[in-house]
């Protein structure tokens, strides 16, 4: 049978590999292999643990904050240390921006070019494009002059013969269905994300002195000082403007420019809603607390578990049932491969035995990628925005139940719609409505509290070392944009002792575990009807559902206690 | 100072902004890059004329903090750096072709302008074993070697891609190594930082393309006008270091009013960099700024050199309020003289000013050859004017 491989993927983070057997112009099986590996859990053995975060953030910078956070948390838990109030808001409005601007992102710049033909443009109308337009949605930078003056932007760069970051994309592949006038109005708003993105972000300046890799973590809190009557405060009464400014913004953008993109593309693509399920296991830890960490029942995003599709159950979750299996991955596990560990007992030895390069393929019957394979009691979940809507969804949760019933509405489409391809897309873009909204809502309580003089930022109870048990270990989850992110860490005499990261793309790009079971990327791509397998396109549109970001997948900890003894962190 | 050809109006208009904020753009290069307000014209000047050189950005072992910093940019903006300044013909996060139309268009980008392009290369190249990074089943190395070895000019983004960063701490499971390591004779230019400020790197590009060579470099090369300063001396919360006004506890008065950060670990009078003058994000901010630690995050191997962050720098007679600034910051860098980026950087334009070698590494000793130092410096950043 013929066998195709798109690697590099492009516009995620990170190094994937896929093959895929192909029947009759249809994919009959398919392997995903990340093609990186760097070992940072091994690094950040011996380490003071109040800095893990700042090594750990490093994991992945598309994904910036999420690896930070979840680290403070994995170590709080440890430590068995409450943050206040104030912090646990300025973490929530740190990772909820992150959320907005990385979905956005993803839409945009990421996913948009497998459904929209920049090379359309050329053949669009800009007078029926502002028509379009208007007719969807109120957003200003619409009239026929601004559409005139991007359509000549992309002639010109057509003209000049240097198509720059669209050279040798699939243009004109007939899977591609949008009318002229679309792909331009697309093609306007690709440039109007870029500033977006670019300004929202400002968000994590303020609150995180820079982004990416924002640097306002702490053990305990937050470094974002309070004070509404200090100008040299990381937060004052005029930072909260100007974080409102941003909010405000965010909100338009999303109301006005990414869900009225939804609804206008979603139509021309009705054969999406049928293919890219994946496995139908689908996993939320849950977060964005809004009382203690501990208390699941009070996340803004629940947590929960959804077997087999079926909605009307949501399971509960238990981090006990997370497990690794290494059997078709490059690492070996002393007693054996086949067996899968769970993280806090976890133990990897980076084990190269693919192909030397340059090599044309995998030995797929063998082990074939840098990401290990996470279950869930055994099963192979999917996490993301779908996991977690389809979460919220059947727990209840009101404002996740009004947007996806009236999208479906107006879509006219059935909920198992939602379990495909373009799934996965539009309930990114749900979810970053409920994100807009809720920034919002903390915010003003932030704001309160800073006129109010509750200006508490950091629980510097156990900062010193001293004051710590001999030995500890913790459990620290967050909701990552591309799904459910755990930190597992063992802290022994002050130091990092044993450290296990189990990210959303390991759980989504993950190879077959010992029973030949797929990963849920894997599971997806079977039964897509290629047009032209030398442009895979569909591949693509199927993969990027996902959001893949192999930076964080690929990672390794090493449990046969090799360390390497670092200063004492006082 | 005559005024730039008025056609270029036109094509400012087509591409989205005003011819203002164009020389305003030219204007603020200028002075990041610490060449005269004139050189503004001479910038506008090149940016209009010159065809688009092609770029290429390759990723290896990294985590895209380098490529994220380059959507973050401003001053031209990324779409204005993608679509009109660069051919922008390779870069995996955001380009539109995958799989093998992707190597395609890399290796019709670097055959057909052999020796004209740039190539910007993010992430630490694995010696350990070429399986550890692989991309259209080559390893690292190669691709590194094939592309950058015909390039008009290589830039290491990032840590991971100047010295190895953070991929290549202890144990250095993989064996990684930043570019100049693995391609050793190679001419490079290093923007070191954790990630790169977009602002440099922009500042960077424009020159380039202004002068057709990059900016004055010190030993690391690493451009002078961004690595050349001590963070600890433009920081905007010196004056409480010299006044003796200390955050003692996170969210304690002194941090709530913006108090200096060294008794908390701050790395700032061990680092250089302009962050506290670029700062990031459109200028708003820095990580001083947000409450935290500076840690060093542009000196060479700083994961294993200023680890732990949160402990305090080595104590130095007389800190404290009696004591000048000058005096403590040149107390500060003779403290670790031999390995530190300041002392290097210094040694470079030194060796630079006295007969152009770049090799020399003269001692410092003492505050008075700091001050004598940083005049060098001062001068060393507008070198290029000549």
Known sequence: ?570 | MSAPDWDLVETLERNGYSRRDFLTFCTKMAAVLGLPAASAVEIAEALETKRRPVMVWLEFQDCAGNTESMLRASHPTIAQLVLDRFSWEYHETIMAAAGEEAEKALHSAITQNKGQYVAVVEGSIPLGNPGYCTIGGRSSLDIAREVCTDAATVIAIGACAWDGGLVSCSPNPTGAVGLEEALPGLDIVNLGGCPHNVADTAAVLVHWLTYNRMPALDSYHRPLFAYGSIIHDQCERRAHYDAGEFVEHWGDEGHRQGWCLYKMGCKGPHATYNCPTVRWNEQTSWPIKGGQNCFACASHRFWDTMSPFYRRLPDVPGFGADVSAGEIGGAFVVGVAAATTAHAIVSAVRSRLRKGDEHESPTITSPDQIKEVRHAQDRGGSRDED
């Open chain 1, 1 to 570: 049978m013929p066998r195709i491989v798109v690697d590099p993927v492009t516009r995620i983070e990170g190094h994937l590999r896929i093959e895929a057997e192909v029947d009759n112009d249809t994919i009959s099986t398919a392997w995903s292999a990340g093609t990186m590996f760097r070992g940072i859990e091994l690094i950040i053995q011996g380490h003071d643990p109040r800095e893990a975060w700042y090594w750990m953030q490093r994991i992945c910078s598309v994904c910036t904050v999420v690896h930070g956070l979840a680290s403070v948390r994995a170590v709080e838990d440890a430590l068995q240390i409450e943050v206040p109030e104030n912090a646990r808001l300025v973490r929530n409005l740190i990772a909820g921006s992150q959320m907005i601007q990385d979905h956005v992102v993803h839409f945009y710049h990421l996913g948009a070019l497998d459904w929209v033909d920049v090379t359309g443009v050329l053949k669009a109308d800009p007078v029926k494009t502002a028509q379009l337009a208007a007719s969807i949605s109120d957003w200003p930078k619409a009239g026929a002059g601004h559409f005139t003056a991007v359509k000549d932007r992309v002639k010109a760069l057509v003209d000049s013969g240097q198509l720059s970051l669209f050279t040798n994309g699939y243009w004109g592949h007939p899977a591609y269905k949008l009318p002229p006038e679309a792909d331009l109005l697309a093609v306007s708003h690709y440039l109007d994300a870029l500033e977006f993105q670019r300004d929202f972000i400002r968000i994590h300046a303020v609150l995180g002195g820079k982004n990416p890799h924002p640097q306002s973590f702490l053990v305990g809190g937050m470094s974002t000082a309070m004070d509404p009557n200090s100008p040299e405060a990381v937060i004052n009464p005029e930072r909260i403007d100007f974080l409102r400014e941003r909010v405000q913004r965010a909100r338009e953008f999303v109301d006005q420019v990414y869900l009225p993109d939804l609804l206008a593309i979603a139509p021309f693509y009705p054969e999406w809603t049928q293919v890219g399920e994946g496995v139908g296991n689908f996993l939320a830890y849950g977060g964005y607390p809004e009382g203690s960490i501990h208390d699941p029942s009070r996340y803004f995003m629940p947590r929960g578990i959804i077997l087999d599709r079926d909605l009307s159950t949501v399971h509960p979750f238990t981090p006990d049932k997370v497990t690794e299996y290494v059997s078709r991955s490059w690492y070996a596990y002393t007693g054996g491969d086949e067996k899968a560990r769970a993280p806090y007992e976890g133990e990897t030895d980076p084990n190269y035995t693919g192909p030397e390069p340059p090599y044309k393929f995998l030995n797929v019957e063998d082990k074939y990628s840098w990401l290990k394979a996470p279950r869930y009691d055994n099963k192979a979940m999917e996490v993301g925005p779908l996991a977690r809507l389809l979460v919220a969804y059947a727990s209840g949760h009101k404002q996740a139940k009004a947007i996806v019933d009236s999208t479906l509405s107006t879509l006219k489409l059935p909920a198992t719609a939602l379990f495909s391809t373009l799934g996965r897309i539009a309930a990114r873009a749900l979810e970053t409505k409920l994100f807009v909204d809720q920034m919002g809502v903390w915010l003003e309580r932030l704001a309160d509290n800073l006129s109010s003089g509750n200006l508490e930022i950091h629980n510097g109870a156990l900062w010193d070392p001293a004051t710590w048990p001999k030995s500890a270990r913790g459990f620290g989850p967050h909701e990552a944009p591309r799904g459910s992110l755990g930190h597992w860490v063992e802290i022994e005499n002050r130091l990092v002792k044993h450290y296990q990261v189990v990210a959303p793309t390991t759980w989504n790009g993950g190879p077959r575990d010992t029973s030949g079971q797929p990963g849920p990327y894997e599971a997806a791509l079977p039964k897509t009807r290629l047009a032209d397998p030398s442009r895979p396109l569909e591949i693509l549109r199927t993969i990027h559902s996902f959001d893949p970001c192999l930076a964080c997948a690929v990672h390794v900890l090493d449990g046969r206690g090799r360390r390497y003894t670092h200063l004492d962190p006082l």
